[in-house]
C-alpha cells in the first residue's frame, strides 16, 4: 500500500521523560483539528505484547475496550473522549503485532527467499499498516503517536518507519510535533532548556527535526526559552508552545490554542482548519469554576479492589468528570479498598459515611468480593444512589440473592476453587457459550446492542431508547434460572441481550437509584456526551443533598 495523496501526517514524538502526557498532547491536537476535518489517531506501542489486554492494570493502568472487541490502552481513552470518535483496534500497532505478522509473512514464503531484516522488512510492514489505515479511513489527518521517548530502543524502529514516510508523503504533508519537558529547578528559579535540546538533538541523529516542540512546564514558557529552544531546532519562537500544567486535562486544547496551535499546524500543513471550540470551553470553564469555588461538592465512593492506581479505573474518574462538567458541580471521589473493608471489620456505615452516591466498578477474581458486597447491602437498605458496573452489577445481583431472596449460598462461580461448588450460582459462567468466548480472547468483549424495557429506570436515562449500545468485557453473567426468582418486588432486569437471553441491566424501582450494568458505559462517556448512567447517578445525588 502507497501514500494515498491526501492524508496529511502529524507525528508526535516524546522526549526527555516518560509520563509527560504524551497521549493527552496528541488528543489535544486532534481535538483542535476534528472540527473540520477527518482525524484518526495511531499509536505505535514498543512492547512485545500483542495487546495490553493480559497486562496487570496495576502495572500498565486500565485496560481500555473499543466497539469492535480490541483491547487496547489508557490513551485511546484519550482520543475517544477528546475527539469524540469511535477507535479501532487496528489504530494500535504494537512490537508484538509487527513481529507476529512478519514471522507469519516469512512463514508463508511471502519474502520470496529474501532475508528478512529490521530494514526495511520491519519498517516497510509499519509503513504500510500506517497508509493502509490512512486509507481505509480516508483520514484527512493522521495523528501517530509513537510511545516511549526518542532514546528507547524498543521504538527505534517507528522512528525510522517515520523518518522514511516523511520522506515518502513530503514536507507540506506531514509534520512532527515534540514534547519535551521544561524544569525549573529548585533554587535556580529559571526555566531550563538543555534537557529539550538534548533530545532534540537525539531526534536529529535519527534524522527528524520537529516542527513544533511542546514544553511541558509547571508554568508558561517565558518568550526568553521559547527563542532559546527555536534555535536550537531550526524553528520560529512562535512554533515552540507552552504545556503548562493544568488540574483539569480538558483545558489542554484550549491552552495549546492560545499559544497558537492550530494556526500553526494549518499553516505548515496548508489545511484549513480553525477549531470549533465553544461546547467544550463552557465544559472546561465549568470544570474550572468548581474547583476553585463549586456551587456543590458531591462525595463519590469507588469500592474496588485497585484502589492503589487510580489510573486502573481512570475511564470511570472521566466519565464522573464528564457528568459533573454537565451538572456544574464538583466531585470529590473517595476510594474505598474492599479488602480493606473486610479486614478492618464489616462496618459498612465506617466506610459510607457522608457518601452521596456509590460505585462498584469491574473487578475479577475472589479478593474484596465479601466487602463489596457488605457495602452494596448497605448503599440498598440506606438509598444511596448506586452505580454497579460489571462485577459491580454481578455482586448486586449476589447481595440480593443472598439478603432479600435468602439463598443464603448465592455467589458467583468465579470465585469457585478447588473443586467446591457455589451453593447457589447465580453468576455463571454459562455452558454453550465457550464458542462466542473463543473469538474473543477468551471473553466476552467489544460493543453488543441491549434490548431497554419499556417504562424501566434505564429506558428514562437513556432518553427513551429501546435499544442501546454498550462496550462489554466479562467472562460471567447472570445465570437465566434464577431470573424469575429475582425478578419481584422492584427488582427488574431492565436490559437484555439482543441476541441472548442475558441480562445486561438490572435496577431496583424502590430505591431512589440503585442500578447494575454488565457493560462499561464510562468506556463511551466524553466531555461532550456525558454516559447517561453516570449522569443519572449525579443526577439523582445532586437533587438529594
Ligand atoms: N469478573 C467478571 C467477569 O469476568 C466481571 C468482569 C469485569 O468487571 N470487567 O464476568
Known amino acids: 500500500m502507497k501514500y ?51 497486562m496487570n492494570p496495576t502495572e500498565h493502568g486500565e485496560v481500555y475496550v473499543l466497539d469492535d472487541g480490541g483491547e487496547v490502552d489508557m490513551d485511546f481513552g484519550h482520543y475517544e473522549r477528546f475527539l ?86 513530503g514536507h507540506e504533508n506531514r509534520m512532527f510535533v515534540h514534547l519535551t519537558y521544561v524544569p525549573i529547578p529548585s533554587g535556580v528559579g529559571e526555566q531550563k532548556s538543555k534537557p529539550t535540546q538534548m533530545s532534540v538533538r537525539e531526534l536529529n541523529e535519527k534524522g527528524i527535526y520537529p516542527d513544533l516542540v511542546i514544553g511541558r512546564c509547571s508554568e508558561y514558557l517565558t518568550p526568553i526559552i521559547k527563542e532559546k529552544i527555536a534555535l536550537f531546532c531550526n524553528i520560529e519562537p512562535n512554533q515552540v508552545i507552552s504545556g503548562v500544567d493544568v488540574q483539569n486535562v480538558y483545558e489542554i486544547p484550549l491552552i495549546y490554542e492560545k499559544e497558537g496551535l492550530s494556526e500553526i499546524v494549518s499553516k505548515h500543513l496548508r489545511i484549513y482548519a480553525p477549531p470549533k471550540l465553544e461546547q467544550w470551553s463552557r465544559l472546561v470553564h ?41 451538572l456544574d458541580l464538583r466531585v470529590n471521589i473517595n476510594w474505598v479498598d474492599t479488602e480493606k473493608v473486610e479486614t478492618e471489620g464489616n462496618e459498612p456505615a465506617k466506610w459510607l459515611d457522608g457518601m452521596h452516591a456509590v460505585i462498584v466498578p469491574g473487578g475479577f477474581g475472589s479478593r474484596g468480593i465479601e466487602g463489596k458486597i457488605t457495602l452494596i447491602q448497605h448503599v440498598r437498605e440506606q438509598g444511596i444512589p448506586f452505580l454497579g458496573i460489571c462485577y459491580g452489577m ?33 453468576i455463571a459462567y454459562l455452558p454453550g457459550q465457550e464458542k462466542i468466548r473463543e473469538m474473543g480472547a477468551t471473553m466476552r468483549l467489544g460493543g453488543h446492542d441491549v ?90 445525588a445532586d437533587e438529594r443533598c
Open 286 to 326: 465549568n470544570i474550572n469554576r468548581n474547583l476553585a469555588t463549586p456551587r456543590k461538592v458531591l462525595q463519590v465512593a469507588i469500592c474496588g479492589k485497585y484502589t492503589t492506581l487510580e489510573d486502573s479505573y481512570a475511564s470511570v474518574v472521566e466519565a464522573i468528570k464528564h457528568s459533573a462538567a454537565h
Open 4 to 54: 494515498n495523496g491526501k492524508t496529511k501526517f502529524i507525528i508526535v514524538t516524546g522526549g526527555v521523560l516518560s509520563g509527560l502526557g504524551k497521549g493527552v498532547a496528541a488528543a489535544s491536537i486532534g481535538s483542535l483539528l476534528c472540527g473540520r476535518m477527518k482525524v484518526v489517531p495511531v499509536k505505535c506501542d514498543g512492547y512485545l505484547n500483542t495487546d495490553p489486554g493480559t
Open 451 to 540: 434490548l431497554v424495557k419499556s417504562g424501566s429506570v434505564a429506558q428514562k436515562v437513556y432518553g427513551g431508547a429501546t435499544k442501546i449500545r454498550e462496550r462489554f468485557r466479562h467472562r460471567y453473567e447472570v445465570n437465566p434460572i434464577f431470573v424469575k426468582d429475582l425478578e419481584k418486588d422492584g427488582f427488574v432486569f431492565s436490559g437484555k441481550s439482543s441476541t441472548e437471553d442475558i441480562m445486561q441491566i438490572m435496577e431496583l424501582s424502590n430505591h431512589p437509584y440503585f442500578l447494575g450494568c454488565q457493560f462499561h458505559p464510562e468506556l463511551q462517556s466524553t466531555l461532550l456526551q456525558p454516559a447517561p448512567l453516570f449522569l443519572e447517578l449525579l443526577r439523582v
Open 84 to 169: 469524540n470518535i469511535q477507535t479501532r483496534f487496528k489504530w494500535n500497532l504494537t512490537m508484538g503485532k509487527v513481529f507476529k505478522q512478519i514471522l507469519e509473512k516469512e512463514r508463508k514464503g511471502d519474502y520470496l527467499g529474501k532475508t528478512v531484516q529490521f530494514l526495511p522488512h520491519v519498517t516497510n510492514l509499519i509503513k504500510e499498516h500506517i497508509f493502509t489505515i490512512a486509507t481505509e479511513e480516508q483520514a484527512d489527518i493522521m495523528l501517530i503517536e509513537i510511545g516511549g521517548t526518542v532514546g528507547d530502543l524498543e521504538n527505534q524502529f517507528y522512528i525510522e518507519a517515520v523518518r522514511q514516510l516523511s520522506h515518502d508523503v
Open 394 to 426: 454481578q455482586l448486586a445481583v449476589v447481595e440480593y440473592a443472598r439478603n432479600v431472596r435468602g439463598l443464603k449460598g448465592a455467589n458467583t462461580t468465579e470465585v469457585e476453587k478447588d473443586g467446591i461448588k457455589v451453593e447457589s450460582p447465580v
